[in-house]
């Protein structure tokens, strides 16, 4: 019996992890677009950099960022 659960969880792994991983990295590349967007607003940018000036005591360094 544990043999056979063994198996039928197998059977499931394979039929859907590849289908949550695609769910995955759609859901990464739709946050990733949002978050761009967001910070392509200056007044977005410039209230994250207030933000972290006075979290850190430093100032934020954009750095750009490229798909892979």
Do not use: M, N
């Not at 209230?47 to 750009?64: M, N, P, Q, S």
Request: hydrophobic share 35%; net charge negative.
């Amino acid at each position: 019996d544990c043999l056979l659960s063994r198996g039928l969880g197998d059977v499931y792994k394979r039929q859907f992890v590849p289908e949550v991983q695609a769910q995955a990295k759609a859901a990464s590349l739709l946050l990733l677009q949002i978050v761009r967007e967001y910070f392509t607003d200056p007044v977005h940018r410039a209230e994250f950099e207030d933000w972290y000036r006075k979290k850190t005591g430093e100032e934020y360094v954009w750095k750009k960022v490229t798909d892979e």
